[in-house]
């Protein structure tokens, strides 16, 4: 059976990092595409060279050209610009968004039946628009941010209670920017909720508020870091483990950025939402029941990414 092929839209820091990571775990063969001739081609050779040490049989090639991307099974888009300090995810707007109408439009043409993540910010609305320029199914177009915050969530508990990172699970819900919503009583330390943790001395309700505005705050610490762009190892890893729940048909339980249209109360809009991942895409979004003060943090949280939307209408009018 031939391998799964896996097109990297976008071949900077993350489709890099992704391009590695596929090939390392044999998830298919890889096309990386760039608009910057070159870049793609000496990655994908990199990496490629790495096979030996690494023993992957994965083939990889680098391109500037949507022919290339043809029939592929799953496309990961980073295209775009990353923040640079003192910018917000929402900044990018505008840049973007003309990205996201060629990357949408390229996979169209090329790759119609492929499983979309967008990592492209601001994610929420990025991954609305990459959907209307497609014009692929809904299932088939998710973005990827609620498994990296989640991620980002586990890690700061893990060293808060000096346990393994494996144990700790979180949730978090909410469009990815500062308004992201971790839920703590659906957060634990092997089944154990947070609020139960707090109330058996492991740690304090005012550690554990700290740690949730660090994880709000997890994308920004790092550009704050790097000072020349933004996170990718954690990111390419979380788009990842979505790309091997849908080849795999794994059926993950993953928060993604899925269309809801009933769920959640939203009318036809793209949030952060439990979903599971499996061979039709997104099989389901996971409509669990909210408190009085976790609703009214997703009501502010979905009236940003709204907020987001309309301004790309108001700068695309074939998206209105
Ligand atoms: N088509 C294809 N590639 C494009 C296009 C386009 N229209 N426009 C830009 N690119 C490419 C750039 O040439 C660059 O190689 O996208 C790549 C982006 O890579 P980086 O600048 O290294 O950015 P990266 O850190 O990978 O982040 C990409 O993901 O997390 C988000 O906020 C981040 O929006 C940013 C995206």
């Known amino acids: 059976m031939a391998r799964p092929k896996i097109a990297l839209i976008g071949a900077g820091q993350i489709g890099g990092t992704l391009a590695h990571l596929a090939a390392i775990k044999e998830l298919g063969d890889i096309v990386l595409f760039d608009i910057s001739d070159g870049v793609p081609q000496g990655k994908a050779l990199d990496i490629a060279e790495s096979g030996p040490s690494e023993k992957f049989d994965a083939h990889l090639k ?51 039946d492929a499983f979309v993540i967008c990592i492209t910010n601001p994610l929420d609305a990025m991954v609305w628009a990459l959907r209307e320029f497609s014009g692929l199914p809904h299932q088939k177009v998710v973005g990827m941010a609620g498994v990296l915050d989640s991620a980002r969530f586990r890690h700061f508990l893990s060293l808060e209670f000096d346990v393994s990172m494996r144990d700790v699970t979180a949730f978090v819900l909410g469009g990815h920017g500062d308004t992201m919503v971790p ?18 001395g492991w740690t ?30 954690a990111p390419a890893t979380s788009a990842i483990e979505m790309a091997e729940s849908y080849l795999k048909d794994q059926r993950r339980l993953l928060p993604c950025a899925a269309w809801c249209d009933g769920e959640f109360g939203l009318k036809g809009m793209y949030v952060g939402v439990p979903t599971i991942i499996g061979a039709n895409g997104i099989e389901k979004v996971v409509d669990i029941k909210l408190g009085k003060d976790e609703q009214a943090m997703f009501d502010k949280s979905v009236d940003a990414v709204k907020g987001l939307v309309d301004a790309c209408k108001g700068i695309d009018d074939s998206l209105s």
Do not use: W
Request: charged residues 25%; contains cysteine; proline residues 5%.
């Open 62 to 112: 680098g391109t500037t050209s949507y022919e290339d991307i043809a029939g592929a099974d799953v496309c990961i888009v980073t295209a775009g610009v990353p923040r640079k300090p003192g910018m917000s995810r929402d900044d990018l707007l505008g840049i973007n968004l003309k990205v996201m109408k060629s990357v949408g439009e390229g996979i169209a043409a090329h790759a119609p």
């Open 204 to 233: 304090t309700q005012d550690k554990l508020d700290e740690i949730i505005q660090r994880t709000r705050d997890g994308g920004a610490e790092i550009v704050g870091l790097l000072k020349t762009g933004s996170a990718f190892y």
């Open 183 to 200: 839920l703590a009583r659906y957060s634990t330390v092997a089944g154990i909720p947070l609020p139960d943790l707090v109330k058996m």
